[in-house]
């Protein structure tokens, strides 16, 4: 069960900034950080943000990540056509018994 | 370098018990801080996290699933393993083991594995 809402998908031409949205709630988003997956077809997601903003080692500058409150955005820069993926923020959530929820993915399109 | 690897059943009937290995090198869960857990994804769908243990055997379940999952260790032999009673054809899905450190990120991720429920 996803707690965390996203966009269905996104899409934009070679070049192009991409924005997508992850809208959660105080326990999750609002008083945890968010990390952000991207799932390349046919492989496992790999780790993409990590503490609302930060890039593990190898993942260009061109990905960025943002929070607010208790909502949460990746931004893509310089769209690629090998940033064609499905992408999914996650956070811890503190309601009653601490968890990891995911949210519902969204599919990026290369146009 | 981290690497997990997922291992079990392809294919299980449904009330069945499931049973998944995650066989894991680069890291010791005797190390303070260090967790595993286990995800899962239904083909076409989202991702759904499962389970989580840490070094020090702390626990933590998916609510809605909660009362169908066991996570336990084996430090000696670097593995991890899941099991979740009364399967289902929804649990379908590819199962996916994954490194983590205290309240982190899920990172690196093994290869998955697909469990089909079927009679």
């Known amino acids: 069960q996803s707690v965390l809402t996203q966009p269905p998908s996104a899409s934009g031409t070679p070049g192009q900034r991409v924005t997508i949205s992850c809208s959660g709630s105080?326990?999750?988003?609002?008083?945890?950080?968010v990390n952000w997956y991207q799932q390349l077809p046919g492989t496992a997601p790999k780790l993409l943000i990590y503490?609302?903003?930060q890039r593990p080692s190898g993942v260009p500058d061109r990905f960025s990540g943002s929070k607010s409150g208790t909502s949460a955005s990746l931004a893509i820069s310089g769209l690629q056509s090998e940033d064609e993926a499905d992408y999914y923020c996650?956070?811890?959530?503190?309601?009653?018994?601490?968890?990891?929820?995911f949210g519902t993915g969204t599919k990026v399109t290369v146009l | 370098q981290i690497t997990l690897k997922e291992s079990g059943p392809t294919l299980v009937k449904p009330t069945q018990t499931l049973t998944l290995t995650c066989t894991f090198s680069?890291?010791?869960?005797?190390?303070?801080?260090?967790?595993v857990g286990w995800i899962r994804q239904p083909p076409g769908k989202a991702l759904e996290w499962l389970a989580l243990?840490?070094?020090?055997?702390?626990?933590r379940y998916s609510p809605s699933l909660k009362s169908r999952l066991t996570i336990t260790k084996d430090t000696s032999k670097n593995q991890v393993v899941l099991t979740m009673t009364n399967m289902d054809p929804v649990d379908t899905a590819t199962y996916y083991c994954?490194?983590?450190?205290?309240?982190?990120?899920?990172?690196?991720w093994g290869q998955g594995t697909l469990v089909t429920v079927s009679s």
């Open positions: 994954a490194h983590s450190r205290r309240v982190g990120p899920f990172d690196p």
């Open positions: 680069g890291f010791s869960l005797s190390t303070s801080g260090v967790g």
């Open positions: 243990i840490y070094w020090n055997d702390d626990k």
């Open positions: 105080s326990s999750n988003i609002g008083s945890n950080t």
């Open positions: 503490s609302n903003n």
């Open positions: 996650a956070a811890w959530d503190d309601s009653l018994n601490v968890f990891y929820v």
